[in-house]
């Protein structure tokens, strides 16, 4: 059982369908180069005589495109960046807190992870993708489904402000849920 004996590198990626851990080994002597992601293997190259370079693959439910550059530093040093859409991690989750809404509850005992998507409006629970109705209200819009037998809501309500936009709010069984900062 050599499994992870060149463990170089652990990344969390939080995209709508779960939190995705990526698991990289890098074999400095041998050019070994293994990608897991969730614990499952991707990628493994067992000869690698170049041990600088790329490897790409995908993640999660929506095939999220991700690469991991090798890059060496000084001597045996290397760095090990991960991109995910051809964004550096940093960027591509500054940008995705713009364009989703991420709200995490407790339901009977089971935790649940609900992310809107904001510019398609879909609502995705636990790594699936809700069956949701959508309505017109007085003040904006209602995105209805329901989790774990509980019927929640998003509201969507304009804020008045140009630069703030539209403030979006889970309400579960009449409860509004706070927004989870990932």
Do not use: Q
């Not at 370079?53 to 090990?80: L, M, R």
């Amino acid at each position: 059982l050599e499994k992870m004996t060149d463990l170089v590198a652990v990344w969390e990626v939080a995209l709508s369908d779960g939190v995705h851990k990526i698991e990289f080994e890098h074999g400095t002597t041998s050019g070994k180069r293994v990608v897991y992601v969730d614990g499952k293997e991707e990628i493994r190259k067992e000869w690698m005589f170049k041990l600088v370079g790329k490897e790409t693959f995908t993640v999660g439910a929506a095939k999220t495109k991700a690469t991991i550059n090798i890059d060496a530093i000084s001597g045996f040093a290397y760095e090990y960046t991960l991109e995910i859409n051809g964004k550096s991690l940093k960027k591509y989750m500054e940008n995705r807190s713009k364009t989703t809404n991420t709200w995490v509850l407790t339901l009977g005992g089971t935790d649940y992870r609900v992310v809107l998507e904001k510019d398609t409006m879909d609502v995705w629970c636990n790594g699936e993708k809700m069956e949701t109705a959508g309505e017109f209200v007085e003040d904006g819009t209602e995105t209805h489904f329901s989790v774990g037998g509980h019927s929640c809501c998003i509201k969507a309500v304009s804020s008045g402000k140009r630069k703030e936009g539209i403030i979006h709010t889970l309400i579960v069984a009449g409860r509004e849920i706070p927004e989870a900062v990932e």
